[in-house]
């Protein structure tokens, strides 16, 4: 795997271009897309499907993942990132050309390590540095203003890629992706060089993204405890 890290990020980011084909990619757009409208939640900023359960404190209470994200979820645990953990939790998100997520933290509820496969269209994942604790007394607009100034890295997902957060990417950093419709392409892109789309491109403009992330959940009720029985 060591050819698929991304050397000018702080550890660790693995980019994996073209890890399902263009017909797989069809294929699981298909199925994103022919789930029941009660399956979507509507953000203001994106829609999403969540599967394998919601993750709670107490313990997730697991339901069945439907067959055609379990192959490509034991495709991707094939690759070791998660330890001997196995993956069990599957958010997709849609966002259309000019939607976006806040930079946030995925927090203590996964296991630290997230894989993202992305359909449909390329993002660009930008990076932020937490707030250190002399910035904790600002106010919300100057927390808001200051994600310029706490810009770290940003590494491009073409269609078709897996990437991996891992360590302090994932536990010190924050992530999100701009509200934009194009994406200028420069050398501060970290992965640039391992983007074939990128290549003698000046900018790419956004169509429809779906991404599958797929994490671990290492903590799961089973159901029978929540009625109490043995
Ligand atoms: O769509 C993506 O690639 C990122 C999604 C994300 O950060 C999340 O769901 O926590
Ligand atoms: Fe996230």
């Known amino acids: 795997m060591e050819k698929f890290k991304v050397e000018q990020a702080p ?10 084909t263009k017909d797989e990619e069809q294929y699981l757009l298909h199925h994103v897309n022919s789930a029941p409208k009660p399956k979507w939640t509507q953000l203001s900023n994106r829609r999403l ?3 394998g359960g919601l993750p709670h404190p107490k313990g997730m209470v697991a339901e069945e993942i439907p067959q055609w994200l379990k192959v490509y979820m034991e495709k991707v645990a094939a690759l070791g990132f998660f330890g001997d ?3 069990n939790h599957v958010l997709v998100n849609e966002y259309l050309a000019g939607q976006g997520i806040m930079p946030h933290e995925d927090g203590p509820l996964y296991y630290p390590v997230v894989s993202t496969i992305s359909l449909g269209s390329h993002t660009l994942l930008e990076f932020y540095r937490p707030l250190d604790s002399s910035d904790q007394s600002c106010d919300d607009q100057q927390q808001q203003t200051s994600f310029e100034d706490r810009f770290l890295t940003s590494i491009l997902l073409e269609p078709r890629s897996l990437v991996f957060v891992c360590e302090d990417m994932y536990k010190t950093y924050l992530h999100g992706i ?8 420069s050398n501060s892109i970290a ?3 391992m983007c074939e789309m990128a290549q003698s491109v000046e900018a790419l403009t956004r169509t429809t993204r779906v991404s599958l992330t797929i994490r671990h959940v290492p903590k799961v009720l089973k ?8």
Do not use: H
């Open 178 to 185: 701009s509200e934009r419709t194009v994406d200028k392409i």
């Open 49 to 51: 499907q969540n599967w």
């Open 85 to 87: 953990k196995l993956p």
């Open 11 to 20: 550890p660790s980011i693995y980019y994996i271009p073209n890890f399902i």
């Open 191 to 193: 992965n640039i060089e």
């Open 223 to 230: 159901a029978k405890f929540l009625f109490g029985k043995k």
